[in-house]
């Protein structure tokens, strides 16, 4: 039996919100469903689930269509500045 993970309402709340996010930002620069999907080598079903903010899509696929859109910056710099991380860190020392 397969292991389900369990997520948090406000983490399904993030991942809802940034399908959304998606949809939108593709729908700006006029790029149709099917030439996202294509342009991010997945199928149209699999673009929806993800613009629906469906948390059992991969996270390689969510990437592939913030590529295409130019987002990559933005996911490189979650968790970048820890404050929390660090001071707990520092506690330590």
């Known amino acids: 039996m397969k292991k389900q993970n369990v997520l948090y309402p406000k983490a399904v709340k993030a991942i809802k919100t940034m399908g959304e996010n998606l949809r939108l930002a593709r729908r700006r620069?006029?790029?149709?469903?099917?030439?996202?999907?294509?342009?991010?080598?997945?199928?149209?079903?699999?673009?929806?689930?993800i613009e629906r903010g469906s948390p059992h899509v991969s996270m390689c696929?969510?990437?592939?269509?913030?590529?295409?859109?130019?987002?990559?910056?933005?996911?490189?710099?979650?968790?970048?500045?820890?404050v929390l991380g660090r001071?707990?860190?520092?506690?330590?020392?």
Request: aromatic residues 4%.
């Open 61 to 82: 696929n969510y990437m592939a269509v913030i590529a295409c859109l130019g987002f990559q910056e933005d996911v490189a710099a979650v968790a970048a500045n820890d």
């Open 29 to 49: 620069r006029k790029i149709t469903a099917g030439m996202m999907a294509e342009r991010a080598n997945m199928s149209l079903m699999t673009l929806r689930s």
């Open 87 to 93: 001071d707990l860190q520092d506690a330590e020392l």
